[in-house]
């Protein structure tokens, strides 16, 4: 039974597959489609981040896959679509690094509402913005979720000891699935309305796309500072420079971008003093996550061929 890993696993957990499985890893792989689909054919299970596009072209090529396990969770760069047709399954690694997203999202909202970003910048620039440059406790603020699955959920439960009100838009849900955490589902347009920082934990759909544009931070009353570790393209990006230039949110965190890596293009557009944080795609990627995540997955895979 052979294996193929595109992307990085963690080590131990490799180790093991290759007790029972030949395994292959080869990282240049996730971003050389033409080597993949050449090669493709001859394994029964791939291992994937979010990098290798398991599109259809590639799926056409490989006519003894039966696994595909995705070392996290949104499953965009796999065509799940054909994989069902087609009798391949595939395997996220639910919840494994849902409390890594949380935690960054709780930091996120402090660092953001603490002006943190531009009190470093000033600092360094030996400005000593003591008084010119405020700051902003967490305690008493709202925080809106856009999307109350897993790792929603999780930033409802670590906020709480903050002393935050949770509100959170999710129509697929029971309302009463939010009582359960202290979190008021409501209209969207509402928590647009009454939250002071926005985390966005939706998938990417034709639904979510383009979620946060112009017109969406207009509704924003409160000025929020606005959080994004779900998708790049749920945010319209230069709708999101243009409310912060006219101040119709505070900062922003963005750990996901409509391309990635994100292009300099977009990082131009972004000023030094701009109350902004900006990651790689790694809030769920620590290591504790890491470890987490590959087990997760080597087990499945194992289980799921019998091993
Ligand atoms: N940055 C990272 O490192 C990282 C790590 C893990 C997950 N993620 C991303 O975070 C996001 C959330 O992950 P999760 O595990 O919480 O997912 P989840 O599936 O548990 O939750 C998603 C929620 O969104 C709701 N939803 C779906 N479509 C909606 C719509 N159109 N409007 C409103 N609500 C809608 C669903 O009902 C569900 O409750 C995903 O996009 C995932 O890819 C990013």
Request: overall charge neutral; hydrophobic content about 40%; some cysteine.
């Given at each position: 039974m052979k294996i193929l890993i595109t992307e990085f696993m963690d080590i131990k957990c490799v180790e093991m597959l290759k007790l029972n499985f030949d395994v292959t890893v080869d990282h240049d792989l996730s971003t050389n489609i033409d080597e993949l689909k050449k090669i493709i054919?001859?394994?029964?299970a791939l291992i994937v981040r979010n990098?290798?596009?398991?599109n259809k072209k590639v799926l056409e090529k490989?006519?003894?896959?039966k696994f595909v396990g995705r070392l996290?969770?949104?499953?965009?760069?796999?065509?799940t679509e054909y994989c069902k047709n087609h009798n391949i399954h595939v395997q996220p690694a639910t919840g494994m690094n849902a409390n890594s997203v949380a935690e960054y999202v709780i930091n996120a909202s402090l660092t953001l509402l603490k002006n943190i970003p531009l009190m470093h910048q000033e600092t360094l620039m030996a400005n000593w913005p003591r008084t010119s440059i405020t700051s902003r406790e967490l305690k008493g603020k709202t925080i809106g979720l856009l999307g109350f699955g897993l790792i929603a959920k999780k930033v409802s439960i670590l906020a709480k000891v903050f002393d935050v009100k949770i509100i959170a838009y999710d129509?697929?849900?029971?309302?009463?699935?939010g009582n359960q955490f202290d979190t008021k589902l409501h209209d969207i347009n509402d928590v647009f309305r009454m939250s002071d920082i926005i985390s966005i934990h939706l998938p990417l759909n034709e639904d979510t796309r383009?979620?946060?544009n112009y017109s969406a931070f207009k509704k924003?009353?409160?000025h929020p500072v606005i959080i994004n570790s779900?998708?790049?393209?749920?945010?319209n990006e230069e709708d999101l420079i243009r409310a912060y230039d006219e101040k119709l949110i505070s900062g922003f965190a963005l750990d996901?971008?409509?391309?990635e890596p994100v292009p300099k293009s977009f990082l131009d557009?972004?000023?030094?003093?701009?109350n902004c944080l900006l990651t790689p795609?790694?809030?769920?990627?620590t290591e504790e996550s890491n470890i987490r995540v590959s087990d997760f997955i080597a087990n499945a895979v194992k289980e799921f061929f019998n091993l």
């Amino acid at each position: 039974m052979k294996i193929l890993i595109t992307e990085f696993m963690d080590i131990k957990c490799v180790e093991m597959l290759k007790l029972n499985f030949d395994v292959t890893v080869d990282h240049d792989l996730s971003t050389n489609i033409d080597e993949l689909k050449k090669i493709i054919n001859s394994f029964d299970a791939l291992i994937v981040r979010n990098k290798t596009q398991v599109n259809k072209k590639v799926l056409e090529k490989a006519h003894n896959l039966k696994f595909v396990g995705r070392l996290g969770v949104g499953l965009d760069n796999i065509d799940t679509e054909y994989c069902k047709n087609h009798n391949i399954h595939v395997q996220p690694a639910t919840g494994m690094n849902a409390n890594s997203v949380a935690e960054y999202v709780i930091n996120a909202s402090l660092t953001l509402l603490k002006n943190i970003p531009l009190m470093h910048q000033e600092t360094l620039m030996a400005n000593w913005p003591r008084t010119s440059i405020t700051s902003r406790e967490l305690k008493g603020k709202t925080i809106g979720l856009l999307g109350f699955g897993l790792i929603a959920k999780k930033v409802s439960i670590l906020a709480k000891v903050f002393d935050v009100k949770i509100i959170a838009y999710d129509p697929y849900l029971d309302p009463s699935v939010g009582n359960q955490f202290d979190t008021k589902l409501h209209d969207i347009n509402d928590v647009f309305r009454m939250s002071d920082i926005i985390s966005i934990h939706l998938p990417l759909n034709e639904d979510t796309r383009n979620l946060l544009n112009y017109s969406a931070f207009k509704k924003m009353l409160k000025h929020p500072v606005i959080i994004n570790s779900s998708r790049g393209s749920i945010v319209n990006e230069e709708d999101l420079i243009r409310a912060y230039d006219e101040k119709l949110i505070s900062g922003f965190a963005l750990d996901v971008y409509n391309a990635e890596p994100v292009p300099k293009s977009f990082l131009d557009k972004i000023k030094n003093n701009t109350n902004c944080l900006l990651t790689p795609h790694v809030a769920g990627v620590t290591e504790e996550s890491n470890i987490r995540v590959s087990d997760f997955i080597a087990n499945a895979v194992k289980e799921f061929f019998n091993l």
